[in-house]
């Protein structure tokens, strides 16, 4: 089993940034692709960027590109989301997920992710 947690949500004017966290227990943290998604209210949950198991791929959403960076430290078995110039429409509960152990390659879709944490929210002031 894999646990994670998230950290770092808040409040923020636009304009502005925050970096999530995602600390990863359990099993192996370097053999899972792992993913940032999303899920604002009212709407379907998002993929924001995934990487691969040894950090070589992201691949993210359009609406975040040039703006959000996604990195991981396997030595720490932690996920990061560097989140700049953050937009009222980037409000939304942020979720840390990862793919089954060997599941090295990112996936968009999120059935493919066998962990979740609980989120931490994320609102952007305009």
């Known amino acids: 089993q894999v646990q994670l947690v998230e950290s770092g949500g808040g409040l923020v004017q636009a304009g502005g940034s925050l970096r999530l966290s995602c600390a990863a227990s359990?099993?192996?943290?370097?053999?899972?692709?792992m993913a940032w998604f999303r899920q604002a209210p009212g709407k379907e949950r998002e993929l924001v960027v995934g990487?691969?198991?040894?950090?070589?791929?992201?691949n993210y959403a359009d609406s975040v590109k040039g703006r959000f960076t996604i990195s991981r430290d396997n030595a720490k078995d932690t996920l990061y989301l560097q989140m700049n110039s953050l937009k009222p429409e980037d409000t939304a509960r942020y979720y840390c997920?990862?793919?089954?152990?060997?599941?090295?390659?990112?996936?968009?879709?999120?059935?493919?992710?066998?962990?979740w944490g609980q989120g931490t929210q994320v609102t952007v002031s305009s």
């Open positions: 990487i691969s198991g040894v950090g070589s791929v992201a």
């Open positions: 359990g099993r192996t943290f370097s053999i899972h692709a």
């Open positions: 997920a990862a793919r089954a152990p060997g599941r090295t390659e990112v996936s968009t879709t999120e059935y493919q992710y066998n962990y």
